[in-house]
């Protein structure tokens, strides 16, 4: 699993922004992806997860209803929407992926390999 991602920018309150996460590996289907951020000064924080098929989604608290989390594994590609972005969603996100069959999890520790990041700023 290689994993790059991309979307981010500057954007005011209130705005949206739709990042990507592209695996160039050989395979994509038999793991399950998530979102994390961080924030300057705080630790990587979990904001979303989706499984293998899709079909099961997990959310932070603080990005229910705002954020969507998906997948096309069919371009190797997964996908975070987010709408209503607010100053506290500055942050680097990064995209990660482990191998599914134990649960979708929030713990970065249950996830082996990282995307590089990329930088969504919200300004007030």
């Known amino acids: 699993v290689q994993l790059q991602a991309s979307g981010g920018g500057l954007v005011q309150a209130g705005g949206s922004l739709r990042l990507s996460c592209v695996n160039s590996?050989?395979?994509?289907?038999?793991?399950?992806m998530a979102w994390f951020r961080q924030a300057p000064g705080k630790e990587r924080e979990f904001v979303a997860a989706?499984?293998?098929?899709?079909?099961?989604?997990i959310y932070a608290d603080s990005v229910k209803g705002r954020f969507t989390i998906s997948r096309d594994n069919s371009k190797n590609m997964v996908y975070l929407q987010m709408n209503s972005l607010k100053p506290g969603d500055t942050a680097i996100y990064y995209c990660?992926?482990?191998?599914?069959?134990?649960?979708?999890?929030?713990?970065?520790?249950?996830?082996?390999?990282w995307g590089q990041g990329t930088q969504v700023t919200v300004s007030s």
């Open positions: 990660a992926a482990k191998t599914s069959g134990y649960g979708l999890g929030d713990s970065a520790d249950e996830y082996g390999d």
């Open positions: 590996g050989r395979t994509f289907s038999g793991y399950d």
């Open positions: 989706i499984s293998w098929s899709g079909g099961y989604t």
